[in-house]
């Protein structure tokens, strides 16, 4: 959705957002905001939660535009289990969902030694590792997948059961539990129309599935938003250091937040993530351009990343005018190297399409970045051999070092 702008003096005969209510997120809904204002068509589709509509009737009598809603019945029932299972006892086709990269990859590991085939998605694949662990599961190559909240938007998964290892996650700033709508979303994944006719969610423990139980009956709370977030253009940005001096971007920036006034309908913001990125490159030598271009380039991996730190360098060598080769890979052997290096490659690529004439060995990127996303599959779906166990059924004491 943050490419959207890309295009958006474009003409199209019609426009399709997926997952409409990501309008009220505080960190990304500025991008939904932009692209529903925008985007140059007769016709634009919305899909999503009806607990937004309050919202975007608001918008849409804002912008002028009708609003039409057509309500749509999911195809195959999902219901909450009675009871709740065990790990041994999932069955193949089964979507088990923690939330975090190292539950999931623990919990891999667990199956695994079980006797169990896994395939796994989390946030941190790129989109064809995750197609790729996908086809494992819907093709039956693997028996269960892991996954953490990710899996709730863009995969089609043939799963009967959704079992929740928990019913809290961490959102960045505190562990908390899940919402109403965040249950809804990942246990609607149980029970694809065209692979089941119906639908389970279990969970674990008996305690967390009561907990889903009662979430997943709730009734969705409305989402009326009184304020819809924008952010600035790098023409607004470039206007205010213009004609105030002002040589930061990230000062630029607050200034515009402070002083512009759309109104009471909307809101200028500036993300704490993306505040913290560009505090890092807003070196006043360096182009105001060029660090918006800099600061709009997703940087995965943390701000202390290879990712982070090739960017900090190639952002002060663009200024001098330089073309920036692609980095020389050091392929490792465990999978956080391999994401890790991952992230590299995606940052150059992001920004060859940005800037080709300083990056242009866009090919030699998208080779390495197949080269990346196949070592990492192969290394997810290694599987891990089950534990030898007595024939009394006990496992066979471990041999002391």
């Known amino acids: 959705m943050e490419e959207f702008a890309r295009f958006r003096h474009l003409h199209w005969d019609v426009v399709v957002v997926d997952e409409v209510q990501m309008v009220a997120d505080p960190q990304r809904g500025w991008a939904w905001v932009d692209a529903l204002v925008s985007a140059h068509t007769p016709q ?3 899909t999503g939660p009806a607990l937004i509509q309050p919202s975007l009737r ?18 195959s029932p999902v219901e909450v ?57 819907r093709e039956g190559e693997a028996d269960i ?56 969610i279990t969970a674990l423990d008996p305690q967390t599935l009561k907990s889903i139980r009662r979430l997943f009956n709730s009734p969705d709370a409305p989402v009326d938003l009184s304020q819809f977030q924008v952010r600035p253009s790098i023409d607004h940005l470039a206007a205010i250091s213009e004609l105030m001096g002002e040589l930061s971007l990230l000062r630029a920036w607050l200034t515009f937040n402070r002083n512009i006034n759309y109104g009471e309908a909307f809101i200028s913001v500036l993300p704490d993530e993306l505040a913290e990125w560009i505090e890092l490159i807003d070196d006043p030598k360096i182009p105001l351009w060029l660090r918006w271009t800099f600061a709009c380039t997703p940087i995965r991996g943390g701000f202390d990343s290879p990712a982070s730190q090739h960017a900090q360098r190639w952002i002060k060598r663009v200024a001098e005018g330089q073309a920036i080769p692609m980095p020389k890979l050091l392929l490792g052997s465990d999978l956080a190297s391999l994401e890790s290096t991952l992230h590299v490659v995606e940052t150059y690529l992001h920004l060859a399409r940005s800037l080709p004439e300083h990056f242009p060995e866009h090919d030699d990127g998208e080779d390495a970045r197949k080269l990346l996303n196949d070592a990492i599959t192969r290394e997810l779906s290694r599987q891990r ?11 066979k004491a471990r041999r002391k070092r």
């Open 81 to 137: 289990a009675r009871h709740a299972t065990t790990l041994q006892r999932l069955e193949p086709g089964s979507l088990l969902v923690a939330f975090s990269r190292k539950l999931v990859l623990e919990l891999k590991g667990m199956l695994e030694s079980a006797g169990k085939s896994v395939s796994v998605v989390y946030g941190a694949l790129s989109p064809e590792v995750r197609r790729e662990q996908a086809r494992r599961f």
């Open 44 to 46: 634009l589709m919305m």
């Open 145 to 200: 997948m892991v996954a953490t909240d990710a899996v709730g938007m863009g995969l089609n998964l043939p799963a009967h059961t959704l079992c929740f290892y928990t019913d809290e996650k961490f959102d960045g700033i505190q562990n908390r539990q899940l919402k109403v709508q965040e249950v809804k979303q990942i246990g609607g994944r149980a029970g694809r129309f065209g692979h089941h006719d119906s639908g389970e």
């Open 385 to 395: 051999k089950p534990r030898a166990v007595q024939r009394g059924g006990g496992r």
């Open 58 to 75: 608001t918008l849409c009598e804002l912008c002028e535009d009708k609003l039409v809603v057509q309500r749509t019945k999911r195809l």
